[in-house]
DNA sequence: AGCACGCCGACT
DNA sequence: GTCGGCGTGCTC
């Protein structure tokens, strides 16, 4: 028998499928889908095993060493599933498994020092040896980095023999909770038959016996449970289990991130009109088993949440399994309260802010079958059920979703897929859909639903917009307008609370020379570096350099240097001078780098620790504060210019959600939003909660720039060190790519990107525009072959990309 | 990725 | 004349 192997080395030239033979010993139980070590050429590396054979055209196969997992980590769906995204998303297919499972499950390989002659080593180079003793498992090069004084020694045993580099695979991370569990065989009159008999010394030992003396029958004890208990060490048990009275256990269990908290179960609440509308069509494609693609338009407040709920009830209830999708930020406590309490211990949660542990156990429920429900981000949407029978992507129009790295995969195009493959309906869900999506739902190649009020009645909040410019003019030079302003005020004084929203993207704070206009530039790439204040920093947001801030301009020596922008910081600092009694909790990434740090603030504001909660984009999404009454939106402009064009797009979307914010409970809301372009059609579209609208407008603007929906999009990026050699390369792409597609598709470029360097890198794209052009992907593929690229820093590189959110 | 093979420069 | 640089090429 012979196996079809994808072995685990990310490079193009590996990315092929190598055959091995399978020992006797393992083709009883060896299966597609499971992980190997096997030898590759010098080495032993893990491999997937695609397929079982019978025979193979290479002779001299080499035989697979080792089966690590005892049933399969991915079914034969994840592995067409992986074949299709690499061939879709031009990457090595190891990539696109690697995306398909928990980071503990990746091969984690080490070069370390054998010892091969322990005496001559002793006798030779004791100290060395010692170092060796002391580390057993330390990675080669980090030895030589903290024992630079041992390098002679570590070369001079080498030659000799006395020690050895091997390659060393920790192939197997996977950790298992386990829970110590203590009980006895004996009755209570063995156990104080045997009390009696202890060593008058032994006061702990006999605690221990009497615990169990008093217990109600012999049940087993948690460990931790009788040491708490007792106030004692753990010595005093192992005496008992080494005398054979005591008897420990262990067992595996799951970790569970939502263990210690009490989730209130909830049952399904009674549906509008609309809701059962909405909910009818998916159900009866639930019932049929045919694949179907519904875009859910509900506004913010519509229920959209409660009809994905009571479709996955119907699933739940047919045996099957359902997957949902929610952008990592709105993964937020109150989300994952809602599938929690609706569907108990059926849910796992997927989330970044999980430990690798946790992560895998989470995803163990989904592999065993232990759970139905799967919430998560965007690689939630490998969860490995093998009966799904509907797939929920709530926000549908979030950039999250598209991966920005290989696999650059969307998780929208990988739903459809396993929604094929299962044939069980897709539902996409947004109060402002992705152009894309609309279109197609307009087409008739989605199936639109449409939700368009709110539940209970409830109004659109009120939305005023503010011209700053005007303000200016009026010669108020303060972030705030006077009406934002006065209602933050009024509402400080109502003791309600108010959200104000900075989009800081485009207007971080750069430092600037008042008398020459220069601007503080990193080394490494061609951007301007961010101020930190706490830290009195100036940091690169791309590479990470960062240097103290200068005392004068290094151009002109001039002292009258400035930060400029609108940080979340300054707003702060800013609040505080004009509204000193305001309690501010700020939110951005500052603040919430802490694991839970997120979830104690948004916590403390709904507990109305805080009169006005300041932040980020990461306000913007799924939270429900009742007593918030005041949103405000600093700069609604702020990210409008940037190189994409989908900026208008994410304008709306992001004032519409912000808005969403504002009036969730009986008060009524308003909306303030400040900008300098209160003309622009995005913005006064949102301010008039108008999607149709907004879409209307934009699809014209899509139409006359040849932008998606209306064509497709490829992008290709290279970098190098040398300017000359992405150039060159670059047109010579162009060039490629003229002569191999048909006159239909438009190439742009090869110009500088939006970022014209990072760390060094010079980096130039090429744009391709296209409407069907059956033989791009080959093409791309030739390309990609014919120009090698390494990972070394000097080497080129090349990224492609299909339907690129990122424009730089 | 990691290693071998292989073809050109400064050295015992 | 050799040791060693790192440029291609292969790994079932």
Redesign the pocket.
């Given at each position: 028998m012979i196996a079809k192997v994808i072995v685990d080395?990310?490079?193009k030239?590996?990315d092929?499928?190598?055959?091995?033979?399978i020992p006797l010993e393992f083709e009883s139980f060896i299966q597609p889908g499971m992980r190997v070590l096997?030898?590759?050429?010098?080495?032993k590396r893990l491999g997937f095993i695609l397929s079982i054979e019978k025979q193979?055209e290479?002779k001299?196969?080499?035989?697979i060493s080792q089966v690590i997992d005892p049933t399969p980590v991915l079914t034969t769906e994840l592995l067409s599933l992986g074949k299709w995204l690499s061939a879709e998303t031009l990457c090595p297919r190891l990539f696109a498994f690697s995306a398909m499972l928990p980071a503990v499950l990746k091969g984690n390989?080490k070069?370390i020092v054998r010892i091969n002659d322990k005496e001559s080593l002793a006798r030779d180079y004791p100290t060395l040896l010692d170092i060796l003793l002391n580390k057993p498992e330390m990675e080669w090069t980090e030895l030589l980095k903290k024992e630079p004084q041992q390098s002679d020694s570590l070369n001079a045993a080498m030659k000799k023999g006395y020690i050895s580099i091997i390659?060393w695979i920790k192939n197997d991370r996977r950790t298992y909770k386990r829970i110590r569990y203590i009980t006895t065989a004996l009755s209570k009159d063995e156990l104080m038959d045997v009390s009696s008999k202890l060593d008058k010394r032994s006061l702990k030992q006999k605690q221990v016996l009497e615990y169990f003396i008093n217990q109600e029958s012999h049940l087993k004890v948690e460990i931790t449970e009788i040491l708490k208990r007792l106030n004692i060490g753990p010595s005093s048990i192992k005496q008992l289990v080494k005398k054979g009275y005591l008897v420990e256990t262990t067992e595996e269990v799951y970790r569970d991130p939502y263990a210690d908290k009490e989730i209130e179960r909830t049952t399904s609440l009674p549906l509008t009109t609309t809701q059962k509308n909405a909910l009818a069509p998916i159900q009866e494609s639930i019932r049929s088993q045919t694949h179907e693609v519904f875009l859910c338009h509900g506004v913010t407040g519509s229920g959209k949440t409660e009809v994905y709920l009571q479709a996955i009830e119907k699933i739940l209830n047919m045996g099957k399994e359902a997957i949902v999708l929610v952008p990592e930020i709105a993964l937020t406590p109150q989300m994952v309260h809602r599938f929690k309490g609706r569907f108990g211990d059926e849910v796992a949660v997927l989330h970044s802010g999980l430990s690798q542990g946790e992560k895998y156990d989470e995803w163990r429920k989904v592999l065993e079958g232990t759970v139905h429900v799967a919430v998560g981000a965007r690689s939630a949407i490998f969860a490995p059920f093998k009966n799904l029978g509907l797939i929920v992507i709530d926000e549908e129009h979030e950039t999250s979703y598209k991966q920005e790295e290989q696999p650059r995969y969307h998780a929208r195009d990988v739903a459809i897929f396993r929604g094929k493959y299962h044939q069980c309906p897709v539902v996409l869900g947004s109060a402002t859909p992705s152009l894309e999506s609309y279109a197609r739902a307009k087409k008739g190649v989605y199936h639109l639903i449409q939700l368009l009020e709110r539940v209970n009645q409830r109004s659109l909040p009120e939305v005023q917009m503010v011209d700053m410019r005007e303000e200016l003019r009026a010669n108020n030079h303060s972030m705030f307008s006077k009406q934002l302003f006065e209602k933050l005020q009024d509402r400080l004084e109502k003791k309600e609370q108010s959200v104000l929203f900075l989009n800081r993207r485009g207007y971080s704070t750069f430092v600037m020379c008042r008398d020459c206009g220069y601007v503080v530039q990193c080394p490494h790439c061609d951007i301007s570096l961010t101020y930190h204040r706490k830290q009195g920093m100036l940091k690169c947001h791309y590479c990470g350099h960062q240097e103290p801030y200068p005392s004068r301009c290094p151009e002109c020596m001039g002292s009258h240097l400035r930060y400029f922008g609108t940080g979340t910081q300054r707003v702060e600092e800013e609040l505080t001078k004009v509204l000193p009694e305001a309690r501010v909790i700020r939110m951005d990434v500052d603040t919430t780098q802490r694991k839970g740090s997120h979830e104690k603030l948004l916590t403390a504001f709904g507990e109305g620790k805080a009169d006005i909660l300041l932040g980020t984009q990461m306000i913007a999404k799924g939270l429900d504060f009742p007593k918030v009454t005041l949103v405000g939106v600093l700069a609604a402009d702020a990210m409008l210019h940037l190189p994409d064009f989908r900026s208008s797009e994410k304008t709306f979307q992001l004032l519409t959600q912000v808005s969403g914010r504002a009036g969730r409970d009986k008060l009524p809301g308003e909306v303030i939003i400040q900008s300098y372009s209160t003309e622009h059609y995005s913005i006064i579209h949102a301010s008039n909660h108008d999607y149709q609208s907004f879409y209307d407008q934009e699809m014209q603007m899509r139409y006359r720039h040849h932008y998606p929906p209306f064509y497709y999009l490829a992008m290709i990026t290279l970098s190098h060190t040398q300017v000359t050699k992405v150039v060159d390369t670059a047109e010579k792409i162009a060039d490629h790519l003229k002569k191999g597609l048909s006159s239909g598709a438009q190439i742009l470029g090869p110009t500088s990107s939006a970022i014209p360097r990072i760390k060094d890198r010079y980096r130039y794209q090429c744009m391709v525009k296209y409407k069907r052009e059956p033989n791009l992907l080959s093409l791309l593929k030739r390309i990609q072959e014919h120009y090698?690229t390494?990972?070394?820093n000097d080497d080129l590189k090349i990224t492609i990309d299909l339907n690129p959110f990122l424009m730089m």
């Open positions: 080395i990310p490079v030239e590996t092929r499928p190598f055959d091995y033979k096997v030898p590759f050429g010098p080495m193979s290479i001299n196969l080499k035989a390989y070069k390659q090698p390494g990972t070394k």
